[in-house]
């Protein structure tokens, strides 16, 4: 038993020590080969199709009508407070064995 104890403390140690390092790690310097941020040079023409996609999309969401209000069936239910009735049911008291 002391055994399993001694592991799980030596296990969350390295964790603790672990972990910070590799977030530390992600926020780094990028590793050679990989440019995230980078934006590689767009051709006139790529540029033109991705303005007309832009429009289009655009156009698009334009088009869809208003949402209508919502259908909640227990709306009113929530909207009231449960203090207000005074009324209790029928099975207020009574126990269900």
């Not at 972990?19 to 540029?47: C, D, N, R, W, Y």
């Not at 429009?55 to 698009?60: P, Y």
């Not at 049911?89 to 009574?94: D, E, I, T």
């Amino acid at each position: 038993m002391k055994r399993q104890d001694f592991f799980a403390a030596c296990l969350a140690a390295a964790a603790m020590i672990a972990l910070p390092g590799a977030s530390a790690m992600a926020q780094g310097m990028p590793t050679p080969g990989f440019q995230f941020g980078a934006a590689k040079p767009v051709s006139p023409e790529e540029k033109a199709r991705a303005e007309a996609l832009e429009k289009a999309a655009r156009d698009a969401q334009s088009t869809v009508p208003a949402q209508k209000a919502s259908n909640d069936p227990w709306a009113n239910v929530r909207a009231s407070d449960s203090g207000a009735s005074g009324k209790k049911s029928k099975n207020a008291g009574k126990s269900v064995h």
